[in-house]
C-alpha cells in the first residue's frame, strides 16, 4: 500500500511539472515582459499562435483639403501632428497607413492611438477653440475633446426640501410617535396620480430628525422637484386598519391631504415647514395654513467638475454666479451657509468660507460642499471632481483612432482621421506628440 501511494506521488508531481512547462497560461508560469500586449489567435488546430506586431509600421501624411490626392505632405513628428491657427469649423486631414509586411497567412489585429492629446485652455494667449477628432474609414467614429475638457461642469439636484414640526408639549393626540413620514405623489406621463386615504400606493418615505426649535420637534425630506401633493404621518398609522377607520375621529395619525405645494410656494430654492396643530377633522389633524417659510438647507445648481491648474487659484463659491451659473427662473444656486472642504489637501487646500481652491500639486480630488440651514440644523452636501494639472493644458493620454482593425498579410489599410475646430468664433491649438499602433 506505501509503495503504490510513492508512485502515485510521483506520477502526480510528473504531470504537474508538464503542466507547468508546456502551458503558458498556466497561473504559476511568469510570462516573459517580451511577449507583453501580444495578440493571440485561435487556430482552427486549436493551438494559440502569437504575433507581436514586428511585421507592422505606420507612415501618415496630411492635406488641407482632405481629397484623395491632396495627401502629400509626409508627418514625421509633433510638429506634423500639431495645428495652430486652425479656423472656425476647418479641419486638418490625415491619412495613416499601416502596413502589415509579414509574410503568409500572418494577418494582424491593429489599433492606432495619439500618444498624447493637449489642449491649451484659455488662461494663456488667449481663448481657444473647441476640438473634436473624427475618422471617416476604414470606421466611422467621433468625438469632441473640448467638452471633455471644459473648465468646469454643472450638476443639478431637482429635489425639493420639505420641512415638518410636531409640537414638543401638548401633542396632538395620536402624535406621540418619534418617527414620521410622508406620501407625494407625482405627475406621470398618464397624469397626475391621486392621492388616496392611505397614500399614493400606500407608499411612505421616512423623515429625518433635524433638532428642536421653539418648543417644536423638527424633521425634513427631500422629494422630487414634480411633487404636486403629500401629506404626513407616524410611524405605522395604517397597520390593521380598515378604509372606514382612517377618517374616524379616534384615529388622527395623519395630516389633512396638503392639495398643490406648488401653490404653498415650495420650490427647490424655498422650503416650507408644514407645522401640526390640535385642530381635528374627519379624524385628520391639520397643519397651519398657509405652511411658513424656512431659510433650510437646499442646494440647486453646483460644480460637477473643476479644472484648475497649478499656480492659479479657482472661486468655487456656489454664490459666484461669473463662474457658476444660476438655473433659468431661479436667483440663486443654493439656500442656506455653505461650507467648503477638499477631499485630499495634498491635491489642493480650499477656504472653508469663501470657496477659493488653491492647488499644491497636479492629482484629482475631491470638492466637499456643504450647506447648513439657518432655521433649523440641518445639512446638504454635494460632491465636485477638482482636476489640478502642472500646465495649462486640457491632456488626453492614449487616445484612441481606429480599433481592431484587421490587415491581411502583404497588405495595408488606409485610416482617414482628422481634427476639426468646432468653435463659432475662435482659433484653434492643440498639440499631439506622436501615433503609436498596438495589437
Known sequence: MKKSKVILAIVLAVVLLITILSVPTFSWFSRPQSQSGEKMVLNSDNVYTAYNGMNVSITTKSSTTGKSDSYTTSVSDSTGLSGSGITTHNRKYFRTTIANTAQGAVEQNVSLYAKTLSIPTGATGGANGTLALGVNGPTRSYRDYSSLATK????????MRVYFQKPKYNTPNG???????????EDTNTGIESLDALGSNGTYYKMTYCGEKDNYYNYYVDIPKTATHAFFACENWA???????????????????????????QTQLQSKVYQLTSTVTNGNTQVHTPP?????ACINNYYNTIFVTTGSNYNASLATTANIPTRDGYSANYIGTPHYYSGNTSVFTVDETTGVITPVAAGEAKLYTKV????????????????????NDYVFNDVPIVRNVKIPAGESVDVYWYVINNSETTNLRYTIDS?????
Open 152 to 159: 468646469t461642469s454643472f450638476s443639478t439636484r431637482d429635489a
Open 175 to 185: 402624535w406621540s410617535g418619534t418617527e414620521f413620514y410622508i406620501c407625494w405623489n
Open 239 to 265: 397597520e390593521g386598519k380598515q378604509q372606514s377607520d382612517l377618517t374616524a375621529d379616534n384615529w388622527k395619525k395623519r395630516t389633512q391631504t396638503l392639495w398643490n405645494l406648488g401653490g404653498d410656494g
Open 292 to 296: 411658513y417659510n424656512v431659510d433650510g
Open 372 to 391: 447648513v440651514g439657518t432655521s433649523y440644523s440641518d445639512e446638504q452636501q454635494v460632491e465636485t471632481t477638482v482636476k489640478v494639472t502642472a500646465a
Open 435 to 439: 501615433l503609436y499602433f498596438g495589437m
